[in-house]
Each structure stands twice: as C-alpha cells, then as structure tokens.
C-alpha cells in the first residue's frame, strides 16, 4: 500500500520535475508582464501625451489578445499534464513522482486560469473607459 | 424561561439600533439622501451592493441550515464539486467582473466637462480657500469657507491643498476626491436639489481635522448668478459706529496681515478672506453658526474652539472691543 520511493530516484525525478516547477510560474508571470505594460504605457500616454493614448490602446487590447493566448496555451498544456480525463483522478495525495507530475499540472492548470481572469480584469478599463478619463 | 423574560428587551434594543441607524440615513451630509446626480448614481451602487449582500448572506447560511439541520448527511462528490466550482469560482468572478466593469462606467464621471462654473478649493489648516472662476473670467473671484452652486448646472471642482492631504466630501452632492499639495485634482458636480448641506473633510489633516466642515449651498440659477454678483464686489462700509469702531479696531490689532477685506488696504492671504465673512451661514469653517457672539469667542481664543488654529488669541481685548469687532465683521455681508 506505501509506496516508499527510493532515495535516489527520488532525487533523479525531482530533477526532471524540476522544469514542471518552473513551468507553474509562466501563466502568472503573464499575467504580471501584462499588468505592467499596461500600467506603465497608460501612465506614460496620459501623463506625457505620448505616445497619444489611443494608440496605446490598440496596442494593449493587442496584448491583451496575445497574453491571453499565451495563458491559453500554458493552460492547455498544463491540462494535458494533469491528465484527469485519462487518470481518472483529480487529486493526487502520494508524494510519489507520477502524482507529483499530476500535482504540478493541475497546479499549473488552476493558477493559468486566475492569471486569464486577472488579465481580463486589467485589461477592462481599457475597453470600459478608454481614455485618460 | 431566562430566554422569554430577555425577548422584549432585546427586541427593544434591536428596533432602536434598526431606527437609529436609519434615522442617519438622511440629513444634510448622507450619501443616502441624495441632492444631486452624482450622489445618486454612487447611492444606487450602494444600494445594489447592500442587496447583493443580503442575498449571498441568505445563500450562505440558507446552505449551512439546509445541510446541518436539513439533510444532515454526507453529499456526493459531484454536490460538492459543483458547489465549489459554482460557488467558489464562477459566482464570485462573475459578481466581481459586473460590479467592476460597471464601477469602471462610473470612474470617469468625475471628470465630465462643467457647464462653464469652475470653483478652485484649497484645503488649508483648518478651512477652505474658495475662488469661483464664472465662464471666461480671468480674475476669481474670492472666497472661504462655504460654497454655493447654481441647481441642475455641472460645476467643475478644481482641487488642491496648502500643505498636507485633505479630502474633499459633500456626502449628498457626489463622491470623495483627495486634495495633494502640488496637484490639481478634479471633481464634477451636478446638484440638483436647492437646500443646504454639510461638507467634510475626509482625511485625517492635524488637530483640528474633526472641525473641517463646509457649508454647501445648492440655489436655484438666478438667485446664484445674483448672489455671485454680490460676492464679486468690494466690503460694505460699516453702517454704525460700533462697526466702525470695529473697523479700527482691525486696523489696529494688525488682523489685515493675515486677512483679506476687498475695498480696504487688507489683503493678507494668511487666513480665510473676509469680504463677505458676515454673509456665510457657519464661522471658522462649520465650526459654529455665524452670529455676533461666535465672532467674539473665536477672536479672544481660537484654538479654544479649535484646537491648534492657526490665528493667535486676542485675550486682551476687552468684551467692548471685541463686542465692536464682531460688529463689523458681522455686517460684511
Ligand atoms: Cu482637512
């Protein structure tokens, strides 16, 4: 019933998990960017005038667009690493590496779409308000 | 048995909170009774909310009832997946996105283009410089402490302040806006409603924070083009002897270094202007309503009245004199 990994296996998956790791982080560093960009260019066309701040933004809305497909991607990817349809399981409560590997999807897979909620969050005073209002 | 006896009691209490709390509904300075059409929108917004509120309560405890005293067993996986995906992730993003994107259709009100009115409001330690700029004046003209707008016009607020931060708020004319020292913010109002109300300052500035109010006086178009009118000219002369014993008594005590009477060789800018200090409803910035006796308490010792006030005490005038000060200020309507 315990699956007690080996020590040194251990150590050798969790190397390779080591980039499923890093790859949690992608969506809400999207998201981060994102919020930035937008921060900063509108402050910089309100305060500035330029560049006018109808360009920026169309720029942003374009950002947006691509931030959120970049968002999408990670998630779907991230979705077929935690593969519930194929596993069957939504959970996963042994710290062996096969559940780790699903652990990390599914983490990746829920924290893409707080980041697509965030980025649409950001991005609604652009289509709302428009302007330097 | 213990429980019964309290029942009365407590409902006593309760129906006395419940009155109480909606007795402060309205007056001269709720945000829940509205005078003008910016107040109303933020006041819908809060009514919407307090619904939305009492019906995710009801919700909430409505589903603690139902499965600890209803059907008090264990639910499937499926019940309870669907209420945390609907209810933990659906419902508060879809509530949070509308009362965000309609929070967002509200923001740039603030700023909509005046019907040609625009009234500049420094914040200063304890009171409010007042300029009124009509439509295509070059000059203000200058006031303090009170502010009258035209009803059913949009004025335009430029605000600031002298040196720390204030707030400024007519809870029944429209929202909240911050005045920075070195910046200009802007507020734009559409009171509709003659009447007066009551201004505060929102943001803690020093001692005497509590007794920053502003008088606001909503008057119809005509009575405030004609009251504007008197405002933009120079102090009446004092009518009586005692006034211009007051008169004097100004000059002498060096008050005009500090103040400003449009018509005489005062023009200090230290403290509010005083042109027309006899005409406003309230003295000292809300603190008391203007009469000849207010006048007096406040010239032998301010700070009396409000703690740290900017203006030194006068104790050694005798009541005679300050009797005959309060005169004269009084008839500078
Ligand atoms: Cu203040």
Redesign the interface.
């Known amino acids: 019933m315990t699956q007690e990994p080996h020590p040194h296996s251990d150590k050798h998956e969790f190397r390779a998990e080591a980039l499923s790791l890093w790859r949690i982080t992608f969506a809400p560093a999207t998201w981060a960017l994102h919020f930035v960009l937008c921060y900063a260019l509108v402050s910089l066309s309100c305060i500035h005038g330029t560049p006018p701040v109808a360009i920026t933004r169309s720029a942003l809305i374009l950002a947006t667009l691509a931030a959120l497909a970049v968002i999408a991607l990670l998630g779907w990817r991230s979705y077929r690493h935690w593969a519930p349809g194929r596993t069957g399981r939504l959970t996963h409560p042994y710290g062996t590496p096969e559940h780790r590997h699903h652990f990390l999807g599914h983490a990746a897979f829920l924290l893409a779409i707080i980041s697509a909620i965030g980025v649409v969050f950001v991005a609604l005073p652009l289509l709302v308000i428009g302007g330097c209002q | 048995m213990t429980d019964r006896g309290n029942l009365p009691r407590g409902r006593a209490a309760f129906w006395l909170v419940v009155s109480l709390a909606l007795a402060a509904c309205d007056g001269d300075q709720s945000a829940l009774d509205p005078a003008g059409e910016d107040a109303s929108v933020l006041a819908l917004l809060f009514w919407v909310m307090v619904a939305g509120a009492v019906v995710l309560f009801l919700m909430m405890n409505g589903l603690f009832f139902y499965f600890t005293r209803v059907k008090v067993r264990s639910q499937s996986r499926a019940v309870a997946r669907w209420l945390i995906v609907g209810g933990g992730i659906v419902l508060p993003?879809t509530v949070?996105?509308a009362l965000?994107?309609w929070g967002?259709?509200i923001?740039?009100d603030h700023?909509q283009a005046g019907d040609g009115l625009r009234i500049r409001v420094t914040g200063e330690q304890w009171w409010w410089r007042v300029e009124y700029w009509p439509e295509g004046s070059d000059t203000p003209i200058v006031s303090a402490n009170e502010l009258r707008f035209p009803a059913g016009r949009r004025t335009e607020l430029i605000l600031s302040s002298a040196h720390v931060i204030h707030s400024f708020w007519i809870p029944a004319l429209g929202g909240k806006m911050d005045m920075f020292p070195g910046r200009e913010t802007r507020l734009s109002l559409r009171p509709t409603e003659p009447g007066r109300y009551r201004g505060q300052c929102a943001e803690f500035c020093g001692t005497s924070h509590a007794w920053m109010a502003i008088e606001a006086q909503v008057m119809p178009p005509e009575a405030f083009a004609a009251w504007l009118g008197t405002e933009a000219r120079s102090a009446n002369l004092p009518a009586t002897a005692a006034a211009q014993a007051g008169m004097a008594l100004f000059n002498r005590e060096g008050c005009g270094a500090c103040h400003a009477i449009r018509g005489t060789p005062h023009v200090g800018r230290v403290g509010p202007d005083l042109t027309h200090v006899g005409g406003r409803a309230t003295l000292a910035a809300g603190r008391l309503p203007m009469s000849i006796e207010a006048l007096q308490a406040w010239i032998v010792q301010p700070d009396r009245l409000k703690p740290g006030a900017l203006m030194p005490a006068y104790p050694h005038l005798t009541r005679a004199e300050t009797l005959q000060l309060a005169t004269y200020l009084r008839g500078l309507e």
Do not use: D, E, F, Q
Request: glycine share 10%; aromatic share 0%.
């Open positions: 993003v949070l996105g965000l994107t967002l259709t923001l740039p700023r």
